[in-house]
């Protein structure tokens, strides 16, 4: 549209201008060029606003794909992973079931600051219940993982008939976490994974249950219906 738009005013005005032979219109011009300047600065906002809401989809997407990659490396040792569990209002972005317990784990991706200190500039403070970024405070990501982890383990407890807690991981591409306070969840970067659960304190989980647990998951997370196949056996 910005780009047809002014050749589009301009042949309406031409074009009223040869069938009507009328002499050229000051007032007319004025409108014609104030209405094209008003709907250009239209479009490029709107164009602006799709240009931030396409980057700020590809770095949550991006983040999504680095933290999911890392927790693969877990099911070496005998975890269960799931990405983009579906959940009651939102997707969980990650499960991890093992002996140790059960995991949520939410992405949180952020861009970070260009700067020339680059560790100081890519470290987030988290006391517990907010995270401190160099360009802004976030109190929404703790509270949202906190959430979804409740969610999780009333939906398991439900599925299973007992009662099972899950609990709640931010993990932050890309960032070092610089935690102030012993309080609240696990907040790391993904390449902390390995270590975090080496050491994390084990809400024990025997092989029955999370044999229990991965088949009420993997029934809801994999219920993609086989392909149709024709009379002559290929897929449809």
Known sequence: MLIALPLFLASIYLSHRYLYKTE???????????????????????????IRE???????????IAVGRELDRLELEGNHV???????????????VGRSGIFAVATAARSKPAAAKRIEDATVEYNGKILMFPNGDDY?????????????????????????????????PGWFV????????????????????????????SDEMITQIV?????????????????????T
């Open 215 to 235: 088949a009420q998951i993997e029934q809801k997370c994999r219920d993609v219906k086989p392909a149709v196949e024709s009379q002559d056996g290929t897929p």
């Open 54 to 64: 396409r980057r700020m989809a590809r770095l949550g997407y991006e983040g999504e």
């Open 178 to 205: 610089k935690r102030t306070s012993p309080d609240g969840i696990s907040v790391v970067n993904p390449n902390q994974f390995p270590s975090l659960f080496r050491h994390i304190k084990p809400r024990v989980l």
């Open 140 to 172: 929404n990501t703790i509270a949202q993982a906190e959430r979804q982890a409740s969610w999780i383990s009333e939906w398991i407890s439900s599925a299973v008939g007992q009662e099972v807690a899950a609990r709640a991981i931010v993990a932050l």
């Open 82 to 96: 799931y990405h983009d569990f579906p959940a009651e209002d939102a997707n969980i972005d990650h499960i991890v």
């Open 24 to 50: 050229i219109n000051p007032i007319l011009v004025q409108i014609v060029m104030l209405a094209g300047a008003g709907l250009g600065v239209y479009f490029l906002v709107r164009i602006l606003k799709l």
